[in-house]
């Protein structure tokens, strides 16, 4: 998406002389309204439409390419490969373990540190790797426990989006704002993750008063989960050892100083090959290619495809004018006042997010953002920035559909004979994410404003 | 050739739906039995296994798909392994068994390559007639003797 606006420039070329705007916009509503639906898999509606971009004549094959944002596939899939392979060495958890053990078992502590301990790892990983590798753990403690495991998944889904808006890595969205934007990880760090923190605490207070006051466990079913072996989890020290460094490694790449300092999507690519290498090497040619083929297969391909037609179809109605429209609207709308544009991107993504995944609305905004550029300051846009990305990311808290993460622990939930209802999870999640907003909104008022 | 060519062992025991868990479970053990088939009158209705008994007692989140693949962690965990055995044996053999499937029983004009097929993975298994009547039961061993004395006749 970054400088797509620029490249994409030039009258386009629309099948029997129809309006491009019409045309473009017909695909991209036709486009999302089937995405919402959830009836096809979205990976093949994204790609369809991004085939109708290009064989309407709205874009052409080089300006669809262009379009794609590679800096964020390239984030996306070295970390999705860095993931596969750390995944087995059974670090997550061996350190679910360890925290559930440092708080003596006691259930509360144990809803609150595996709170803890996930809003950690999605903010360093994708938030639904962390989801299920700590849901699993998670049940397995409850039933020792004698507990109803819902408290401990519903805290754990929580913050999953919340820790994954702490930083650039954490969430897709951030992935794809701090692209967009030219963003680095202490960007984020310096700017979302305060305001994470102070979500995190709030939201855990309701949990208290509505399930952890009241969580109780005998002497014998703590002991059970006390007598848990962490050392047990670990597979694999060597590969352990080599997941520490890499992700230190990677971390390390995204934070680094000139002239080390690269984009995150080359950073990402570069320790995942690195990753590969140290795992390949010393063995036979055979174990070699199992053991990369297997890394690769294990990247969601369907997410890195839904990127690459999202971003064409966006491009297609921002090559066809239609964001630069939405852009003077909201300008007209709010009378070019910046307070009312930052809060209207962040309550706007926030409930949105809530109804439908925040990746195409984001991807949408991103090129809106862009155009306001023309009334704005780079000050002042980068305000609507963080706007984005807080809406978007805590968004995802407000209803089990919101984010990936969310339907994740739910499917697991019911396969592992937990049902989490939809009703249910939202009774409690929307308020909270209601929550999370007001206090977004704070944030920026008071950081930005 | 087909199961109908080999000579089947006659079923040392038929449990009944009703039938209480436990007391199956105990029947077999007595019987030396690893797999039972439970009849409703001549069909076989369900299948009981000592493996699906003991793969019942597994925490389900290992059991299922993204769950633990590794449990050694979780210590003996004898609180859960009670507490699961203890829910398992109140229900009915009925319940309790595994319904009639492909996994769990031979038809009796199966071909041999996917009798081999399927007793390689699972054996004992009863062999059921059209209509889902019990004629018996096949085990690795019984097909392996039948190949053998047909690799002999040869």
Known sequence: MHGVANQLTGAPNVLFGMDPLVVSLAIFVITYAV???????????????????????????????????????????????????????????????????????????????????????????????????????????????????????????????????ATLIGDPPNIMIGSAADLTFMDFIANT???????????????YFMWGRSMRASEESRAQVM??????????????????????????????PAPFNHEPGTVAMFTASIFLLLRAFGRPMEDQSHETHRAFSEVEWVTIFFFVGLFIVVAGIERAGVLEIVAEEIITLTGGDLTLVALLILWASAVLSTIVDNIPFVATMIPVINNLGSTFSPDEIMTLWWSLSLGACLGGNGSLVGASANLVVAGFAERAGHRIGFVQFMLLAFPLMLVSIVISTAYVYLRYL | ????????????????????????????????????????????????????????????????????????????????????????????????????????????????????????????????GPDGELKGMASSADLVRALIKRQEQH
């Open chain 1, 193 to 207: 993750a305060p305001v994470a923190v102070v979500v995190f605490v709030v939201t855990m207070v309701p949990i």
């Open chain 2, 1 to 128: 050739m087909s199961l109908e060519n080999l000579t089947l062992t006659t079923a040392a025991l038929r449990l009944k739906p009703d039938q209480p868990l436990q007391e199956s479970i105990t029947a077999m053990i007595a019987a030396g039995l690893e797999c039972a088939p439970v009849c409703d009158g001549d069909k076989v209705v369900a299948v009981l296994s000592l493996d699906d008994v003991l793969s019942d007692l597994v925490p389900v989140v290992a059991r299922v798909d993204h769950g633990l693949t590794d449990l050694a962690f979780a210590g003996d965990s004898l609180h859960l392994l009670d507490k699961q055995l203890q829910q398992r044996l109140t229900l009915t053999t009925g319940v309790a068994a595994a319904p009639v499937g492909p996994q769990n029983v031979l038809k009796i004009d199966c071909p041999i390559l996917e009798a081999v097929f399927l007793l390689s993975r699972r054996s004992p298994l009863p062999v059921i």
């Open chain 1, 35 to 165: 995405i919402v639906t959830e009836r096809l898999n979205r990976a093949i509606v994204a790609m369809l439409g991004a085939g109708f971009m290009i064989f309407s004549g709205v874009l052409d094959q080089h300006a669809a390419f262009q379009a794609v944002d590679l800096n964020t596939i390239s984030l996306l899939t070295g970390m999705m490969v860095i993931v596969a392979i750390a995944q087995k060495s059974g670090l997550f958890q061996y350190v679910a373990i360890v925290a559930a053990k440092a708080v003596k078992a006691d259930p509360w502590r144990i809803t609150l540190m595996l709170a803890v301990v996930t809003a950690v790892f999605s903010a360093l990983l994708d938030n639904v790797t962390a989801v299920l590798l700590i849901a699993p753990v998670a049940i397995l403690i409850t039933n020792e426990l004698d507990q109803k495991p819902y408290p401990y998944l519903f805290s754990i889904i929580l913050a999953s989006n919340i820790g994954g808006t």
């Open chain 1, 227 to 256: 007598a848990f072996n962490e050392r047990e989890a670990i597979t694999d020290m060597r590969l352990l050892k080599q997941s520490l460094f890499i992700i230190a490694l990677t971390v390390f790449g995204f934070v680094a």
